[in-house]
């Protein structure tokens, strides 16, 4: 079974620009989560997709925004990027709420 | 407020070597916890995931343990290799309607011959 994919796997903007990131679950899997890691702050949630719904928000900024199309596949969008936005953001799928999590190997999102 | 404390921030061990590796959580209703294994630069590979019921679970090298009534766990790694150098991270899921995660900062292990 193919594992968690994540598109594009490196990516530069500047200061300003908006950035779409894709995540491709596992077949099967209905529930997509997404993470921002930073060297100093560790996994951040950002936000939690099941079925296409929303389920769970951190506390990010409203430029931070995803949905879930109905093949499960999930984006990830930030506008008006900030050089703190820079970071890998990890997508993870599960078969159900609550049930193991199968990371992507993440996007790597520079901002200068 | 939920959370999860992992220690030490950070270790390094000689190949051959044992280590543990410690996480205290405060997660209240508990559903289980998990750690993590993530390589620089990748994504997070479970290691092993504990219910409440479970007090210990091992995955070759590697052997959680869990104490739910003081709420916390230690990940000890056997006989360590240089592939062990990793961050390792402790997730906690809460027992509610959203299952809500709680992570660890992570234990970064250097491993070094």
């Known amino acids: 079974k193919a594992g968690v994919t994540q598109t594009p796997r490196y990516l530069i903007k500047t200061r300003g620009q908006q950035v779409t990131l894709s995540c491709s679950p596992i077949?099967?899997?209905?529930?997509v989560s997404w993470y921002q890691q930073t060297p100093g702050q560790g996994l951040q949630f950002l936000f939690e997709?099941?079925?296409?719904?929303?389920?769970n928000k951190g506390n990010f900024p409203g430029r931070f925004s995803g949905r879930q199309f109905s093949n499960s596949r999930s984006e990830m969008n930030v506008s008006t990027l900030e050089l703190g936005d820079s970071a890998l953001y990890l997508c993870?799928?599960?078969?159900?709420?609550?049930?193991?999590?199968?990371f992507g190997p993440g996007t790597r999102l520079t901002v200068t | 407020k939920n959370q999860v404390e992992q220690s030490p921030q950070s270790l390094i061990i000689l190949e051959g070597k044992n280590c543990t590796l410690q996480?205290?959580?405060?997660?209240?209703?508990?559903?289980?916890l998990r750690w993590y294994k993530q390589d620089t630069g990748r994504g997070p590979v479970s290691l092993t995931i504990?219910?409440?019921?479970?007090n210990t679970k091992s995955n070759g090298r590697y052997t959680a343990t869990l104490d739910a009534d003081t709420k916390q766990s230690s990940l000890h790694i056997t006989a360590s290799q240089l592939s062990d150098s990793a961050s390792y991270i402790c997730?906690?899921?809460?027992?509610?309607?959203?299952?809500?995660?709680?992570f660890g900062a992570g234990t970064t292990v250097t491993v070094r011959a």
């Open positions: 993870a799928s599960s078969g159900t709420l609550g049930g193991e999590q199968y």
């Open positions: 077949s099967g899997h209905r529930s």
């Open positions: 997709y099941f079925s296409e719904t929303q389920r």
């Open positions: 996480c205290n959580y405060t997660v209240s209703p508990f559903s289980n």
């Open positions: 504990m219910t409440f019921s479970e």
């Open positions: 997730v906690v899921s809460a027992q509610t309607n959203d299952y809500k995660l709680s």
